[in-house]
């Protein structure tokens, strides 16, 4: 059971906007797995009195290209890949920073001018926003303290600059200068042509590993291809595929050895933790913008911001199996403390709280590694890490 609960803050996570609705509404199912409930009838309603029901299931069944190189899955369909990210928020698109959008922000540009923006380019607008208003703050204040070193020489009076005030503009009264709009102009045949032609979607959904095999191992909604028959793997060939590719590559002279399993391989650490907060129902993504693991969601990326930050911590249930191993894994050995305030520091800044989560490596033989029963005997332990401000904090 884990310790970490939504946080009951009003003000601190949550995004606010006019697309609140419309994300509601477009993002209303968690899992790619849809529940559809017949239309109640007396059938159903004396099935519910006795504990059953009609309700099926309807499972969507995409497939993805396995990539050892990326160590990921590829979707490449469009429609597959929407229905992945809107149900879940699995996987990221490889030409976008989260939602695949590269196709809809090309034909915006090509067709509606700007005049409707994608959720990129809202972000891309408002960090130009932001940088212009910190050049135009900095002018200003240059301008004060350049009047004020004019009325020393001038005058022979000593004036404090005013940081704040009508002149000096603040993040409440500054706003961006209106945009210039051109006239648009007359379309040339050729420019007609270069229209009507239609746009290739290059984008596809990346999935991780541990995404991927959450996805065709837990809720069997994926099916992922070999990349060099494009045949559908089977499930003990893609949990040591993925296993795989996180060894070391194989000689030249050894292309046919059976690769050897590791119990600390990083695929499997990673899934365990993977797999522990998305069965608690937390939206998980990579962390690597806050120097972290992952990052943990109560909805999704479009309600609300990430609450929780992980920095997953192996620990070996033997400490011999630690020098023996021929893996390096991550945050192994002791850190120090400058570095667990510093990660500690980013994430209170962001208004995260950093958890340290240990996962116990036991000794496996390899037998075992070549099924994910061998799951059941890792562990998660969770340690909540918050910085201590005397000031908020004298009780």
């Known amino acids: 059971m884990s310790l970490i609960t ?4 009003s003000k601190g996570p949550y995004k606010g906007g006019a697309r609140r609705i419309d994300n509601n509404r477009i993002y209303a199912n968690p899992l790619p797995l849809l529940f559809i409930e017949p239309p109640p009838s007396r059938v159903t309603s004396i099935l519910g009195l006795l504990g059953l029901s009609l309700t099926h299931i309807e499972n969507p069944h995409c497939e993805g290209i396995f990539d050892p190189t990326t160590r990921s899955v590829w979707v490449s369909n469009i429609d597959h890949s929407m229905l992945l990210w809107r149900r879940g ?15 809809a922000r090309q034909l915006n540009t090509r067709k509606m001018g700007g005049q409707y923006l994608t959720s990129e380019e809202i972000t891309a607008r408002r960090r130009a926003e932001r940088k212009q208003f910190k050049l135009d703050r900095a002018a200003a204040i240059a ?31 500054w706003k961006p200068a209106p945009r210039s709009e051109e006239p648009p102009a007359t379309p040339t045949l050729e420019d007609e042509e270069l229209e009507e032609e239609p746009i290739e979607d290059v984008e596809h959904l990346q999935l991780t590993l541990q995404e991927a095999f959450f996805l065709l191992w837990n809720l069997d909604c994926l099916t992922v291809l070999d990349p060099q028959s494009m045949t559908p793997m089977t499930l003990k060939q893609i949990w040591i595929a993925f296993q795989v590719a996180h060894l070391s590559p194989r000689l030249p002279s050894q292309p046919t050895q059976k690769p050897q399993l590791q119990y600390d391989n990083p695929f499997l650490i990673n899934f365990v933790v993977y797999h522990h907060y998305r069965s608690l129902g937390w939206v998980v993504k990579g962390g690597i913008k806050f120097c972290v693991d992952y990052l943990l969601y109560k909805r999704g990326p479009v309600f609300h911001h990430a609450e929780f930050a992980l920095v997953v911590i192996p620990v070996y249930e033997d400490p011999e199996d630690q020098k023996a191993s021929v893996t390096n894994l991550q945050n192994t050995s002791p850190f120090a403390w400058s570095w667990l305030s510093t990660i500690n520091r980013v994430n209170s800044q962001v208004q995260k709280t950093l958890i340290l989560v240990y996962v116990t490596i036991p000794r496996l033989p390899e037998s075992i590694l070549e099924s994910p029963a061998c799951l059941a005997h890792y562990s998660v332990r969770e340690v909540i890490l918050r910085r201590f401000i005397p000031a908020r904090m004298r009780d």
């Open 6 to 9: 939504p946080s009951s803050r």
């Open 89 to 103: 928020f699995f996987g990221k698109g490889d030409l976008s920073r989260s939602e695949p959008s590269w196709l």
């Open 143 to 173: 301008a004060v303290h350049e009047e004020a070193e004019v009325i020393f020489e001038t005058e022979g009076k000593v004036t404090k600059p005013a940081l704040s005030g009508p002149a000096i503009p603040s993040a409440a009264t």
